[in-house]
């Protein structure tokens, strides 16, 4: 096994589509931190100005009709508690304009360092989708797998050297990406002198160090489930039309129309996994007297359940696949 | 005893149906082929005969609906692994990396059988593409991908090669080349199986031959006697063609005319023309034994496919 999948990683490096998605993966680097480095960028004196007037307008507006903006907020929280019979709590104290809401403050180093593993996390695993489907399915497009299974006939063998080799050789292009991202987003930081948020820089290393990790294993795991696909339908752009059919219908349908099944959804768990849990919403809708009257209901997902629900699903489709290409005529 | 004893090969009912929107398709029936071990065997048939399905289940590649195979005695597919290492095989058109290098697609090969890369130039250079090992697989001309077919066959030194229809879209000058290579294997001691429907090209170079049709056995057996057996005829010359061929016709032999002579049909043996027409004092200006070819030997066993069994005609 292990001298099969040394030869599958070397395939793998020498394959030219791998070698562009690489060059793709840093592109989008590039592009991410250029964008990193243009929303970060102190304001300009013109900005600084605008924002200035825009204040004073609201300040005026303030003067003039504060205290009826107040009477009337007053005057809604009461009619929701009336409808409702519960608390409302429409900050209403908190109305009166403030010279921070007109002069936008950068992000902080720790959401930029969030937000960008996140993203790349998205880019890094459909790249590793593609690099693990055409890794396996050029093979079998091309009838080389024929070729290949006169040399090593145990075909579980030759499946499983596959699919690792397509898991173990994205990992250095995820380590290298997030290395690229984190390091870049904080030289960002450094470069334009921003200040990484007053104390919020605590515990921003680990928590970083701990998201690239999950968007490496992410990286792998999108590869592995490539490649059984590459074996499942044979031909890469099937794999890409599967994808995207279950996008369209799963994701953008389906779990609109049902939001309970955010809880099967492979964006929804990846997205729990990388950023350490996230959440999905339904609306519970009560009807009254005064009406009907629906309210958004917070599920939250943890990073735990995200993981079983990736692992679970990955398991699946690597073991149909493995029962599927041990019985298929091949050639 | 062991029935499989000297065969590379050797299958016993084998059948195997693919099922398509025309219904069931019965690729391969009740065939039992026996390869013997050293030399060239013809693995012949037409077009859709099932030769390239036989060999892909010898291989692996396809499963069998039923019966039993075995390479050099160890039951196949179950034994693959442990005879694989015996058996090199090129199915069809050769099928390699095309965005690889010749080099590289050998050294992947050889990698996964644990053979050392200074194997990968030798057998580059026993098939003579060393120069050309570093250009891509998809330049490589028609006989070039052949030849690079032979190489990877090699890298594993086998016992038995399988070839099926090697010279597919080959020129006169790769065909020639092509056969040379595999009767330098054989007389290495290999055991060489080429399947192929150019019945020419086999004859050329096979030692021992079977033939198949929709699936199934027609023949097997040295080359000679296939051929001869079904193939010998015999040109007769004499002043009265009509008297003889009446005396030849009685004694029961297949005469036709032919000109200004005779040609005796399926007699193996010109001694009885001559014992015959010499009895009823008819005297022979020419006999001159005809060999057909392989090519007259399978249309006459094709003739009948419909109504052949799987052992007709199989000295086995």
Redesign the interface.
């Known amino acids: 096994m292990s ?2 999948l ?2 599958e990683l ?2 793998l490096r ?3 589509l791998v070698l562009v998605a690489h060059v793709g993966v840093l592109v989008v680097v590039g592009l991410l931190l250029a964008s990193l480095w243009s929303s970060v960028q102190p304001l300009s004196a013109a900005e600084v100005r605008q924002a200035e007037e825009f204040y004073a307008q609201a300040a005026e507006e303030w003067e003039r009709t504060g205290e009826q903006q107040v009477a009337d907020c007053r005057e809604q929280e009461r009619r929701e508690e009336e409808i409702t019979g519960r608390d409302a709590d429409y900050h209403c104290e908190d109305l009166e304009p403030r010279p921070e809401w007109f002069l936008p403050t950068p992000p902080t180093l720790a959401e930029s360092l969030r937000s960008a593993l996140g993203s790349i996390a998205l880019v890094l695993g459909l790249a590793a989708l593609g690099i693990g489907a055409t890794f396996t399915a ?2 079998l497009s ?3 797998m ?9 075909r579980l063998r030759v499946y499983g050297s596959k699919v690792a080799a397509a898991a173990l050789g994205v990992v250095p292009l995820a380590v290298v990406t997030t290395a690229l991202v984190v390091g870049g987003v904080v030289a960002v930081y450094v470069a334009l002198d921003v200040p990484a948020a007053g104390g919020a820089a605590d515990g921003v290393g680990s928590a970083t160090v701990l998201q690239a990790l999950r968007v490496v294993a992410l990286t792998a795991v999108a590869a592995a489930g490539g490649a059984a696909l590459g074996i499942l339908l044979r031909h890469t752009a099937a794999v890409m039309g599967a994808v995207l059919g279950w996008v369209v219908a799963f994701e953008a349908i389906l779990v609109t129309q049902l939001p309970h099944l955010s809880v099967v959804s492979p964006r929804v768990n990846a997205t729990g996994w990388v950023d350490g849990g996230t959440a999905y919403y339904t609306e519970t809708c009560t009807t009254g007297a005064d009406g009907t009257i629906c309210e958004g209901v917070e599920h939250a997902i943890g990073a735990g359940q995200s993981a079983l629900v990736l692992s679970v699903g990955l398991a699946v489709l690597v073991a149909v696949a493995a029962l599927v290409f041990r ?1 298929r ?3 | 005893m062991d029935v499989t004893e000297g065969f590379a090969i050797t299958t016993r009912g084998l059948r195997k149906t693919y099922r398509g929107r025309r219904g069931v398709h019965v690729a391969v029936d009740d065939l039992n082929l026996r390869v013997p071990v050293g030399g060239v065997h013809g693995f012949l048939g037409p077009n859709g005969s099932g030769k390239t399905t036989t060999i ?1 289940m010898l ?5 069998a609906d039923s019966g039993h195979m075995r390479l050099f005695g160890q039951t196949v ?1 179950d034994a ?2 442990q005879v ?1 290492g015996r ?3 090129i ?2 058109s ?7 290098s010749g080099r ?1 697609n050998l050294e ?2 050889a ?4 053979a050392p890369r200074t194997r990968v130039d030798e057998v580059l250079d026993e098939v003579g593409l060393l120069d050309r090992a570093r250009d891509r697989y998809s330049g490589y001309s028609l006989g070039m991908k052949q030849r690079l ?1 032979i190489a ?1 066959t090699l890298l ?1 030194q086998p016992d038995l090669l399988i070839f099926d229809e090697p010279t597919n879209g080959l020129d006169p000058a790769g065909i020639h080349e092509i056969r040379g290579t595999m009767r330098a294997l054989a007389d290495q001691g290999r055991t060489v199986l080429v399947s192929s429907h150019i019945l020419a090209e086999v004859e050329q170079v096979a030692d021992t031959v079977s033939i198949i049709a929709r699936g199934r056995l027609l023949a097997t057996g040295p080359l000679a006697e296939v051929v001869g057996r079904r193939g010998a005829a015999a040109r007769v010359v004499v002043p009265d063609a009509a008297a003889a061929r009446a005396v030849l016709v009685a004694a029961g032999m297949q005469v036709e005319h032919d000109g200004d002579g005779l040609r005796v049909l399926g007699e193996e043996d010109p001694g009885r023309i001559t014992w015959a027409l010499a009895q009823a004092g008819i005297f022979l200006q020419a006999l001159v034994p005809e060999r057909a070819g392989l090519e007259e030997a399978f249309l006459a066993l094709t003739a009948g496919t419909a109504s052949a069994s799987g052992d007709e005609g199989v000295p086995a």
């Open positions: 001298r099969l040394r030869v070397r395939r020498a394959r030219r050029a093979e091309t009838r080389s024929s070729t290949w299974l006169t040399f090593e006939p145990r019985r005529d091949e050639g | 892909r291989l692996g590649l396809v499963r597919p693959l692994p694989v058996v090199g095989a199915v069809e050769p099928t390699f990396f095309p965005a690889f590289l992947l090969l990698g996964a059988i644990g077919a990877a594993k």
